[in-house]
């Protein structure tokens, strides 16, 4: 079982960032690197040969081709999956997603 390289988009990075700046706001700095260690581990699973995910159902995404898949229930992923390698495009709150 291989693993493909891993590209992330600024786009995604960001979003992961603002998320852990809100927790940090909250006065949970300990949680907040904990958010993103385990999105950038998350993010390795993804890059494992045998994992393929759905194709997403939000319209912006459908058009551009995209794969999702969820973290933590509340987040979704959406990257594009290439022979060599596994580019992550962007990282949002689910609930935010209209279908």
């Known amino acids: 079982m291989g693993k493909r390289s891993i590209s992330?988009?600024?786009?995604?990075?960001?979003?992961?960032?603002?998320?852990?700046?809100?927790?940090e706001g909250k006065g949970m700095p300990l949680a907040a690197k904990k958010f993103v260690d385990s999105a950038f581990i998350f993010f390795n699973t993804i890059s494992i040969d045998t994992a393929e995910n759905r194709l997403c159902s939000y319209?912006?995404?459908?058009?551009?081709?995209?794969q999702c898949v969820s973290f933590k229930k509340k987040?979704?992923?959406a990257y594009q999956s290439l022979l060599n390698e596994i580019i992550i495009c962007d990282f949002v709150v689910a609930k935010l997603l209209k279908e």
Request: proline residues 0%; glycine residues 4%.
């Open 8 to 23: 992330i988009l600024k786009q995604a990075s960001t979003s992961v960032a603002e998320i852990a700046y809100f927790i």
């Open 75 to 77: 987040y979704v992923v």
């Open 59 to 66: 319209k912006r995404w459908i058009d551009l081709g995209y």
